[in-house]
RNA sequence: GGAGAGGUGGCAGAGUGGCCGAAUGCACUGGUCUUGAAAACCAGCGUGGGGAAACUCACCGGGGGUUCGAAUCCCCCCCUCUCCGCCA
C-alpha cells in the first residue's frame, strides 16, 4: 500500500508510475476522495465533539432539562450513524483504488516487461558436456530420486515423492542454505506453514478468489502458506521496534504450497514447477531509509550469489524491468541458474527472487520503528530473498553435475551433508 | 475436545455505566541537588486520523449491539493461562 498523502503530493510520479508497471489507476478520483474523506471526518469529529458535550450535561441537568438534552443526544446519534455511513464508502472505495497502485520503483530498475530486465552479471560459463545431457526427469528416473505417479496418486498432477538420494540432497541444500544464512547473522526460523487470511492480505497475497495461487483450508480462514514471507511478515504484524536493534534479519525454513493456477502452458517438466516445495527464505527489516534497505538488497543478493557459486552452477542476476515487478516490490533481482536440459540446449531458469518492497508491506502489516531521534514512528522497510528454493536448486544441480555415466557429482559444499560426492547410478 | 479464569499504556496493575485516554508502581527522558554517581525531589513520558494552526476525534484483544452516554452491559470471534481428556 503507498501512503495516500504520498499519492496526494505527487500525483503525477504515481501515475507516471502505474504507467511503467502497466497498471491502470484512477488518480484524479482518489485526490477526490481524499477530499470528500476529510471533510466527513472533520464534520464527524464536530459531531461527536456536540454528542459528548451533550452526554456530559445530562448527569448534572435538572430534572425539567434533561428530556431535551436527550432529546439533541438522540438526534446526534443519528447524526454520527449517517457521518459514519457516509465516510465508510467514501473509504471503501478509497482503499479499493489505493490498492490497485503498485509499489513505486527504484530509479535504476530497468522499463519494460518480462523480456526487458537486464543481465546484471553472470557467474560462470553454460556447462559444456562431451555427451548428451539428460534432463532432470530423465536423471532422476534413472537413478530413481523421485516417483511422479505416487505423487498424482496420492495428492494429484504436480505433486511427486523424493526418494532415496534426492531426500538426502533435500536436507542437504536445506542445512548448507541455514548455516550459510546463520554465519551472516540471520535468525533462524521454521515458521506455521499455515496462516490467516489477514496475515495474506497484509503480504500482498489474495488468499481466495479465481486468480488465486494460494490454497485455503475449508472452514477455515487459514491458508496454506506460498512462502515463508507470510508468516516472516506476519511475524511482528502491528509492533513498533525500535530501530536501534534493526535491521531484524530472519530465516525461515518452510514448505510453500501454490496452486499454479494456469500455470501449466509454460514449459515446466519435472520439478520445476510444482504444488508443494522446501525452501529457506530471508526476510529482513530495516529502518526507513532507502539507502539503508538498499544496502541489504545488496546483502541477500550476495548471500544468494554464494550459495549458487559454492553449488558450483552457472547462474545470472536479472534486475526485473518495471513492468515485470509484483505490486509491493521496488525493485527485484533474480537469480536464473543454467538448467542444461532445460528449453532446447538449455536455458537460464529462476532459482531466487530477491525483492525490496521498501514500506509498502509494513503499512499493511502495521509494522513501524521508533527512534529517539525523531518525534513518531515510521514503517520499517521489508525485504525477501530465497535462500534456497529446493526443487529449483536441485534441478540446477542435477542437470549441471551430471556425468557421462548418468550419476551426479555433489560439490563439495554438499559432501559433508550428503556424505558422499556421487550419487551413483545403481548397480 | 470438555470445564474454568483472563486479555487495559514499554512492563506490572487498578478501574464494573457519566467526574476515564484511563489511578498507582516500575522503566524511560529532562531538571534540581552532588566533585561525580546513587538516592531524594520536580517535570515530562502511548498510537493513529483530521486540520495551516488553534484545536479536535478515535483507540482499553477484534467485530457487532444496547444507551443521551460504554474500558465497564449484551452477542459473535480471536488469543492467553489453569485443570481434565486425547495425542506425535
Not at 46 to 72: L, V
Not at 302 to 310: L, T, V
Not at 340 to 349: F, Q
Request: aromatic share 6%; glycine share 8%.
Amino acid at each position: 500500500m503507498l501512503d495516500l498523502q504520498y499519492i496526494c503530493d505527487n500525483p503525477e510520479l504515481v501515475e507516471e508510475n502505474c504507467k511503467n508497471r502497466g497498471v491502470k489507476c484512477n488518480i484524479p478520483r482518489i485526490l477526490e476522495l481524499r477530499t470528500q474523506r476529510s471533510s466527513l471526518i472533520t464534520a464527524g469529529d464536530e459531531i461527536r465533539r456536540q454528542q459528548k458535550e451533550t452526554a456530559a450535561k445530562i448527569p448534572k441537568a435538572t430534572a425539567e432539562e434533561r428530556p431535551t438534552f436527550i432529546e439533541q443526544g438522540k438526534q446526534l446519534k443519528v447524526e454520527v450513524a449517517e457521518n459514519e455511513a457516509a465516510l465508510k464508502e467514501v473509504e471503501t472505495e478509497l482503499h479499493a483504488e489505493q490498492s490497485i497502485l503498485p509499489n513505486m520503483t527504484h530509479p535504476e530498475a530497468p522499463l519494460g516487461g518480462e523480456e526487458d530486465g537486464s543481465v546484471l552479471r553472470k557467474w560462470g560459463e553454460p556447462t559444456q558436456f562431451d555427451f548428451t545431457p539428460k534432463d532432470h526427469v530423465e536423471l532422476m528416473a534413472d537413478l530413481d530420486l523421485v516417483d511422479f505417479e505416487a505423487g498424482a496418486k496420492v495428492a494429484g498432477s504436480g505433486f511427486y515423492f523424493l526418494k532415496n538420494e534426492a531426500v538426502l540432497l533435500e536436507m542437504a541444500l536445506v542445512q548448507f542454505a541455514i548455516e550459510k544464512v546463520r554465519g551472516e547473522g540471520f535468525t533462524l526460523y521454521t515458521t506455521p506453514d499455515l496462516a490467516r487470511q489477514d496475515v495474506l492480505q497484509g503480504t500482498g497475497y489474495q488468499p481466495r478468489g479465481p486468480e488465486t495461487q494460494i490454497y485455503s483450508i475449508e472452514n477455515t480462514d487459514l491458508s496454506l502458506i506460498a512462502t515463508a514471507e507470510i508468516p516472516l511478515g506476519g511475524m511482528l504484524r502491528d509492533q513498533i521496534l525500535d530501530e536501534a536493534e534493526l535491521p531484524l534479519k530472519a530465516a525461515g525454513i518452510s514448505h510453500c504450497f501454490r496452486t499454479e493456477a494456469g500455470g501449466h502452458g509454460k514449459a515446466s517438466k519435472g520439478i520445476y514447477r510444482v504444488h508443494q516445495f522446501t525452501k529457506v527464505e530471508m526476510f529482513c527489516f530495516t529502518a526507513a531509509d532507502f539507502a539503508k534497505s538498499d544496502e541489504v538488497h545488496q546483502l541477500i543478493v550476495r548471500i544468494e550469489e554464494e550459495i549458487f557459486q559454492a553449488l558450483e552452477i552457472p547462474y545470472q542476476v536479472i534486475d526485473t524491468a518495471a513492468g515485470d515487478l509484483g505490486g509491493p516490490a521496488y525493485r527485484k533481482f533474480d537469480l536464473e541458474a543454467w538448467m542444461p536440459g532445460r528449453g532446447d540446449g538449455g536455458t537460464y531458469g529462476e532459482v531466487t527472487s530477491a525483492s525490496n518492497c521498501t514500506d509498502f508491506q509494513a503499512r499493511r502489516l502495521g509494522i513501524r520503528s521508533k527512534s529517539p531521534e525523531r518525534k513518531g514512528t515510521q514503517f520499517v522497510h521489508t525485504l525477501n530473498g530465497t535462500a534456497i528454493a529446493v526443487t529449483r536448486a536441485m534441478i540446477a544441480l542435477i542437470e549441471n553435475h551430471q556425468q557421462a555415466d548418468g550419476s551426479i557429482r555433489i560439490p563439495e559444499a554438499l559432501q559433508k551433508w550428503l556424505g558422499t560426492d556421487c550419487i551413483c547410478a545403481k548397480k
